[in-house]
């Protein structure tokens, strides 16, 4: 039973233009999240995160939304660059201070 | 300030062999974690320890998996005997301190393929 899902495993978007990531979670009980990206043969790096009491949190050109009633967060990169391109992950953090990841989105940003 | 290091970067290994896993976390960083990644998934905890002291170790397998943390720094990860399902990536990570909440710094991993 995942807990955070990352639906899509692929995003392709054109160099400039808006990447949204999108994370769906089933317990309401989280109450803060993480985004982490990935590059290949490296470990995950922390990009931005989002406590429940807050709806929205940006960091330059990174945006993350949260919509509590619908357990949906989605990240905004904008505008898009090359060096965007890699795995991003969601996670939440559990009961018990842990981290729940989801599965990952693979970001390209086409030239 | 160096990073996490973790050695090897890879292994192959047959079935029912042992394998160990080093990590040397970020200096100070008191808490470190073990997490496995098989592909096409996210990091699954392994065991977190704080200090020398284990904090969880609810998902790992302990008929099988062990892990240490001597004097508070470096840890290893053994598995004995390896499954097939074993192959993954092994990632370690560290922070200042506990929680999830705190940024985790992770290392490269070891990719391990058991055959």
Known sequence: DQQVKQNSPSLSVQEGRISILNCDYTNSMFDYFLWYKKYPAEGPTFLISISSIKDKNEDGRFTVFLNKSAKHLSLHIVPSQPGDSAVYFCAAVDSNYQLIWGAGTKLIIKP | ?115
């Open chain 2, 1 to 115: 300030e160096a990073g996490v290091a973790q050695s090897p970067r890879y292994k192959i290994i047959e079935k029912r062999q042992s394998v160990a896993f080093w990590c040397n976390p970020i200096s100070g960083h008191a808490t470190l974690y073990w997490y496995q990644q098989i592909l096409g998934q996210g990091p699954k905890l392994l065991i977190q320890f704080q200090n020398n002291g284990v904090v969880d170790d609810s998902q790992l397998p302990k008929d099988r998996f062990s892990a240490e943390r001597l004097k508070g720094v470096d840890s290893t990860l053994k598995i004995q005997p390896a499954k097939l399902e074993d192959s993954a990536v092994y990632l370690c990570a560290s922070s200042p301190g506990a929680g999830a909440y705190n940024e985790q710094f992770f290392g490269p991993g070891t990719r391990l393929t058991v055959l």
